[in-house]
């Protein structure tokens, strides 16, 4: 009994002392940023300049399309990978089993992977042999 009347007394002087969250700026989930959205709009802006795609610029789509799959925000970035999608005449599905395809061919992002969409944490297996 004695220890809810202390839980209770903490309770209240927290409450007393606390400040009240400032509201955001704006409520609107669509002006939400991605962390990785500046390096995503480089990774988008190179791909919209290419006439047809690279391997890897299937796999950096399909993994973009995952990564901002659901996001409330970064707009410009979600309609730029559907107008891409539009541009190579491909769609989700299509893109996925190719990418797919790729994976199973063997397919690893190349040196510059560490400027890649993903982390290229599978393509360091022959380092430190």
Same mark, same amino acid.
């Given at each position: 009994?004695?220890?809810?009347?202390?839980?209770?007394?903490?309770?209240?002087?927290?409450?007393?002392?606390?400040?009240?969250?400032?509201?955001?700026?704006?409520?609107?989930?669509?002006?939400?940023?991605?962390?990785?959205?500046?390096? *995503?709009?480089?990774? @988008?802006? #190179?791909? =919209?300049? %290419?006439?047809?795609?690279?391997? !890897? *610029?299937?796999?950096? @789509?399909? #993994?973009? =399309?995952? %990564?901002?799959?659901?996001?409330? !925000?970064?707009?410009?970035?979600?309609?730029?990978?559907?107008?891409?999608?539009?541009?190579?005449?491909?769609?989700?599905?299509?893109?996925?089993?190719?990418?797919?395809?790729?994976?199973?061919?063997?397919?690893?992002?190349?040196?510059?992977?560490?400027?890649?969409?993903?982390?290229?944490?599978?393509?360091?297996?022959?380092?430190?042999?």
């Amino acid at each position: 009994m004695r220890s809810a009347n202390l839980i209770r007394q903490l309770h209240q002087a927290v409450r007393s002392t606390a400040q009240p969250m400032s509201e955001p700026e704006s409520t609107d989930a669509s002006s939400q940023s991605h962390p990785l959205e500046a390096s *995503d709009r480089d990774h @988008l802006d #190179r791909m =919209l300049a %290419r006439e047809s795609p690279q391997d !890897g *610029d299937l796999a950096d @789509l399909a #993994r973009l =399309l995952i %990564r901002y799959d659901g996001f409330p !925000g970064a707009d410009d970035l979600q309609r730029d990978m559907q107008r891409l999608l539009s541009i190579w005449k491909l769609s989700r599905d299509e893109l996925n089993q190719r990418v797919r395809g790729l994976w199973t061919a063997g397919y690893r992002p190349g040196p510059a992977g560490d400027e890649a969409v993903g982390s290229g944490f599978d393509t360091s297996e022959a380092e430190g042999s």
